[in-house]
């Protein structure tokens, strides 16, 4: 079966297409981040704190760095040995997704209709969405509120802008793919999805 002839895994296909509304979002809260980080590089103080002992967490860390990269090795081993036509979309594209947006939408709006499992559905998934859209801006923020050497000299990475950059990054990538996984099986299917399932039942 070729791609054109199977619908699940066509190019335009809805849940492999970019969101323009949530690319448009994440950025201008990355940008965001960046001017609320650039304003608190403003107001640094010009006394240097010193540095406390054990309170960079650069073990845990490398502990962190080690559990994602296994976990994100072994997603893609499991994906490559699956046909084709049966992966779906990328699990690291998905959250950026039209199809993603579109779940979002309906389970807001509760397309399912006006229930308590429904109720419950959308009250659990605000949480989630918040760590969705806390990640861009933190990361904004540490771009250049961590050129206050203050702002690194203790923070999680630290001493240095870099490493306090990377740990942070790290910590929000986690979480961005954690709360986005938890999503996924939150949300309502995709409308095109519920319409599969009603035809394979009549």
Same mark, same amino acid.
């Given at each position: 079966?070729?791609?054109l002839e199977? $619908?699940?895994v066509r190019? =335009?296909? @809805?849940?492999?297409?970019? +969101?323009?509304?949530t690319?448009t979002?994440?950025?201008?809260?990355?940008?965001?981040?960046? /001017? =609320?980080?650039a304003?608190d590089?403003?107001?640094?103080s010009?006394?240097? =704190?010193?540095?406390?002992a054990?309170?960079?967490a650069?073990?845990v860390?490398v502990?962190i760095a080690?559990a &994602?990269?296994?976990?994100?090795v072994?997603?893609?081993?499991?994906?490559?040995r699956? @046909? /084709?036509?049966?992966r779906?979309p990328?699990p690291?594209?998905?959250p950026?997704?039209?199809g993603? /947006?579109?779940?979002?939408?309906?389970t807001?709006r #509760?397309a399912?209709?006006?229930s308590? $499992?429904?109720l419950a559905?959308a *009250?659990a998934a605000? $949480?989630?969405?918040? *760590?969705l859209l806390?990640?861009p801006?933190?990361?904004?923020m540490?771009?250049?509120?961590?050129?206050? @050497?203050?702002?690194?000299?203790n923070?999680?990475?630290?001493p240095t802008?870099?490493?306090a950059?990377?740990a942070?990054?790290l910590?929000?990538?986690?979480?961005?793919?954690?709360a /986005? #996984?938890?999503?996924?099986?939150?949300?309502? @299917?995709? &409308?095109?999805?519920?319409?599969s *399932? +009603?035809?394979?039942?009549?």
């Amino acid at each position: 079966m070729s791609v054109l002839e199977n $619908p699940g895994v066509r190019l =335009e296909n @809805p849940r492999c297409r970019l +969101s323009r509304v949530t690319a448009t979002v994440f950025a201008v809260l990355l940008v965001t981040g960046i /001017a =609320e980080g650039a304003a608190d590089y403003a107001r640094r103080s010009p006394k240097i =704190e010193q540095h406390v002992a054990g309170t960079n967490a650069i073990t845990v860390h490398v502990l962190i760095a080690v559990a &994602a990269a296994a976990a994100v090795v072994s997603i893609q081993a499991r994906r490559s040995r699956k @046909p /084709a036509r049966q992966r779906g979309p990328s699990p690291w594209a998905a959250p950026f997704s039209a199809g993603a /947006a579109s779940r979002l939408r309906r389970t807001i709006r #509760f397309a399912g209709g006006l229930s308590l $499992p429904n109720l419950a559905r959308a *009250v659990a998934a605000v $949480p989630l969405v918040l *760590v969705l859209l806390y990640t861009p801006f933190r990361m904004g923020m540490q771009i250049t509120g961590g050129l206050d @050497p203050n702002a690194t000299v203790n923070a999680w990475g630290g001493p240095t802008y870099l490493g306090a950059l990377l740990a942070h990054y790290l910590d929000g990538t986690v979480g961005f793919y954690a709360a /986005a #996984f938890l999503l996924s099986r939150l949300l309502l @299917p995709a &409308a095109d999805a519920d319409r599969s *399932v +009603s035809h394979r039942n009549r």
